[in-house]
């Protein structure tokens, strides 16, 4: 029943990542694909119909793992405390700018609100990145299970490095969502293809450097494990090559998810593993009670179903209309 719970976790975290990361990808790369006033519009329409809805995902995450493993909760949302609250401030100043921009025509006004919808986006992308990085390299972790480093233990080169390829494979993303959503032919769409082409070896050659830095850090015993980075490349050229907007975004969904499955298997049985890697940690055995799994378990098949049904009827009507 841990392992269930630890697979339902990393579903919706997987699912937040996969559609949360392409409306920070639009914002990391809004500033530079959009140059013109009516293009930022059009950039901000693209994921318009979505953006807080893709939030919620992030809401359901947390409220689900304070269901299912309560003591990870506690001692995450303690030591992690500035990071969480340096995140809240970044989604409102997301959350502001989509929803004011529009309120006046003054180029001043809808430029503070461009530069903080771009800056807030590529923060969050980062941060989110710096998190993965750091239960991948392990916590600091006292003897009642909770962090016990500092922040600056949390700016460490690797959590740093995972960080900036966040950013650059969810801006990717992004473009193939942006060019998805733009009319054939339209100036965004254009320049949200040149981007995808700009950053694609990018994100190419990061990821080696990342799957290489992260097998030094935390080494992967598990063989099936080895198999979902061929996945992963595998994704990423077919989104590079592929014709169809809608196929290139969907090998960009497919290489997150990847991503994601990669460091939920490689963090399995640990939610928060100790620093170095191979000292203990917290693990779902004991981040988790017999008490509290089966009424978690209940409250899950009674509103995860929900939400489903809710996001695929709204996704359905929204889907069609392009930006």
């Given at each position: 029943?841990?392992?269930?719970?630890?697979?339902?976790?990393?579903?919706?975290?997987?699912?937040?990542?996969?559609?949360?990361?392409?409306?920070?990808?639009?914002?990391?790369?809004?500033?530079?694909?959009?140059?013109?006033?009516?293009?930022?519009?059009?950039?901000?329409?693209?994921?318009?119909?979505?953006?807080?809805?893709?939030?919620?995902?992030?809401?359901?995450?947390?409220?689900?793992?304070?269901?299912f493993?309560?003591?990870?909760?506690?001692?995450?949302?303690?030591?992690?405390?500035?990071p969480?609250?340096?995140?809240?401030?970044?989604?409102?100043?997301?959350?502001?700018?989509?929803?004011?921009?529009?309120?006046?025509?003054?180029p001043?006004?809808?430029?503070?609100?461009?530069?903080?919808?771009?800056?807030?986006?590529?923060?969050?992308?980062l941060?989110?990145?710096?998190?993965?990085?750091?239960?991948?390299?392990?916590?600091?972790?006292?003897?009642?299970?909770?962090?016990?480093?500092?922040?600056?233990?949390?700016?460490?080169?690797?959590?740093?490095?995972?960080?900036?390829?966040?950013?650059?494979?969810?801006?990717?993303?992004?473009?193939?969502?942006?060019?998805?959503?733009?009319?054939?032919?339209?100036?965004?769409g254009?320049?949200?293809?040149?981007?995808?082409?700009?950053?694609w070896?990018?994100?190419?050659?990061?990821?080696?450097?990342?799957?290489?830095?992260?097998?030094?850090?935390?080494?992967?015993?598990?063989?099936?494990?080895?198999?979902?980075?061929?996945?992963?490349?595998?994704?990423?050229?077919?989104?590079?090559?592929?014709?169809?907007?809608?196929?290139?975004?969907t090998?960009?969904?497919?290489?997150?998810?990847?991503?994601?499955?990669?460091?939920?298997?490689?963090?399995?049985?640990?939610?928060?593993?100790?620093?170095?890697?191979?000292?203990?940690?917290?693990?779902?055995?004991?981040?988790?009670?017999?008490?509290?799994?089966?009424?978690?378990?209940?409250?899950?098949?009674?509103?995860?179903?929900?939400?489903?049904i809710?996001?695929?009827?709204?996704?359905?009507?929204?889907?069609?209309?392009?930006?």
């Amino acid at each position: 029943m841990n392992t269930a719970a630890f697979v339902v976790l990393a579903g919706m975290l997987g699912a937040y990542v996969l559609l949360d990361g392409f409306d920070l990808g639009v914002g990391a790369l809004h500033l530079f694909v959009a140059r013109t006033d009516r293009e930022r519009t059009a950039s901000f329409a693209t994921i318009g119909p979505f953006w807080s809805g893709n939030e919620v995902m992030l809401i359901a995450a947390g409220g689900t793992l304070f269901a299912f493993f309560p003591q990870a909760y506690a001692a995450s949302f303690s030591g992690f405390y500035l990071p969480f609250m340096v995140a809240l401030w970044l989604l409102m100043v997301r959350g502001l700018s989509i929803e004011l921009r529009g309120h006046f025509a003054d180029p001043l006004w809808r430029g503070f609100w461009d530069v903080g919808f771009s800056i807030a986006s590529s923060l969050l992308a980062l941060l989110m990145g710096v998190t993965i990085g750091n239960l991948l390299r392990g916590l600091p972790m006292g003897q009642n299970g909770f962090f016990s480093g500092t922040f600056a233990f949390l700016l460490n080169p690797y959590a740093l490095g995972v960080g900036v390829f966040s950013v650059i494979v969810l801006a990717l993303h992004g473009a193939a969502f942006m060019r998805w959503r733009s009319d054939p032919g339209s100036e965004i769409g254009a320049h949200a293809q040149k981007a995808f082409v700009i950053l694609w070896p990018i994100a190419l050659v990061a990821y080696a450097g990342v799957t290489a830095a992260t097998m030094a850090v935390h080494p992967v015993h598990n063989a099936v494990l080895w198999l979902v980075p061929i996945l992963g490349v595998a994704s990423l050229v077919a989104a590079r090559f592929v014709k169809s907007a809608a196929l290139c975004l969907t090998a960009t969904s497919i290489f997150l998810l990847a991503l994601m499955i990669s460091a939920a298997g490689t963090l399995y049985p640990y939610l928060l593993p100790a620093f170095p890697i191979g000292s203990g940690g917290l693990d779902i055995a004991a981040a988790s009670t017999p008490q509290s799994l089966p009424s978690a378990f209940i409250a899950v098949a009674i509103g995860l179903p929900a939400v489903l049904i809710y996001a695929t009827l709204a996704a359905r009507r929204v889907l069609s209309r392009k930006a």
